[in-house]
């Protein structure tokens, strides 16, 4: 098998591009059959997706410990991640690097507003708030796109999903620690910041699945990252961000975040995303305060309260009940994309 004829992570087959009217356009595989994941992996994967993720707070408090900038790690770590992806896709999937030029305002919408303006807002949330009053606004977010997806992608409403949405909602609060009302800050601008990262993070989900239909996560993995970059350096000011003097230490930092939760946690997701519903991933992604938390712990030793162990059950307990229901009518897998 040659390396174009195999997604790297060996996850998906690549589509193979046909010519048709002397254009090339993404198509099904041709002679290979596309390896399928069950519903177990997909979950898995979306389970560590979210846990990937967690580990942006820790390492961007580091980071910053470490004399860098939020700007620079928001710029640097997609620059980053945009030339791994990039890289390897080059080397083992070179169909992936195309995509229909009508498509290629849609992905810079979906990457500026789902990628870059979100980074913005949650940091800058964080900081005209607190840490407890961003997480409580993002994570909103699955109930978003549970309601948006049975209207846009053709979703059902189950009981599953309406008893583990309110139960990992309260767990994430539990787990932020928003029991502690001298932890929650209020400030218009910043709620107005949290309340978009909620609505950007739904967005995400629900416009990953759309892409992902016509594309392989490879694609959408590096147009993402890539197109996130024009709007971060006009946002981070690029005279100061373009060339920051940093240590070796704030360098590796930088370069872990890109690493764990901008390029594996990605291309986890996105692979996840096509096996399973939008709603059902987004809710499964509730586990991420939960690995920041763990996370916490190990690296800077952070203390636990019991009404956080209370949250971070109420989190698992809210995944066990969203498998625990199986459906004959659960969305099918999705292979390669549809032969137009």
């Not at 939020?70 to 992806?85: P, R």
């Not at 409403?157 to 932890?183: N, Q």
């Not at 690493?259 to 096996?275: E, H, Q």
């Not at 190990?298 to 019991?306: M, N, P």
Request: with cysteine; glycine share 6%; net charge neutral.
């Amino acid at each position: 098998m040659q390396p174009h004829e195999r997604s790297w992570l060996l996850i998906f087959h690549p589509s193979e591009i046909l010519r048709r009217g002397g254009r090339l356009i993404p198509g099904p595989t041709i002679g290979v059959e596309p390896l399928r994941i069950s519903k177990n992996i997909a979950y898995t994967l979306m389970i560590l997706a979210a846990a990937a993720w967690g580990t942006s707070g820790t390492l961007t408090v580091l980071a910053i410990d470490e004399g860098t900038t939020t700007g620079v790690i928001a710029l640097y770590s997609e620059v980053f991640s945009a030339a791994m992806f990039f890289a390897i896709i080059c080397l083992f999937d070179r169909p992936s690097l195309m995509i229909k030029r009508e498509d290629v305002l849609p992905f810079l919408l979906f990457s500026t507003i789902t990628g870059a303006l979100f980074s913005v807002a949650w940091y800058n949330c964080i900081d005209m708030t607190s840490v407890t009053t961003a997480v409580i606004l993002l994570c909103s977010y699955p109930s978003i796109v549970t309601v948006a997806s049975v209207f846009l992608l053709g979703e059902k409403m189950t009981l599953a999903k309406a008893v583990a949405l309110p139960v990992t909602f309260i767990g994430c609060v539990l787990v932020s620690e928003a029991y502690d009302l001298e932890s929650i800050r209020l400030n218009a601008l910043g709620i107005g910041l949290g309340v978009f990262t909620a609505f950007g993070a739904a967005a995400y989900y629900i416009y990953g699945k759309k892409f992902l239909k016509r594309y392989t996560p490879n694609t959408v993995a590096l147009y993402f990252s890539a197109m996130m970059l024009p709007a971060l350096v006009v946002i981070t000011d690029p005279r100061k961000s373009l060339m920051p003097s940093l240590s070796a230490n704030a360098w590796l930092l930088v370069f872990l975040i890109a690493l764990i939760p901008c390029t594996v946690g990605f291309f986890m997701s996105m692979v996840a995303l096509r096996r399973i519903e939008a709603s059902k991933a987004s809710i499964m992604a509730s586990v991420e305060p939960v690995a920041a938390v763990a996370l916490a712990v190990l690296i800077v030793s952070e203390a636990v309260a019991g009404l956080q162990l209370l949250g971070v059950a109420l989190v698992l307990g809210g995944i066990v009940i969203l498998r625990m229901v199986r459906r004959e009518d659960d969305d099918a897998p999705v292979e390669a994309p549809a032969k137009r």
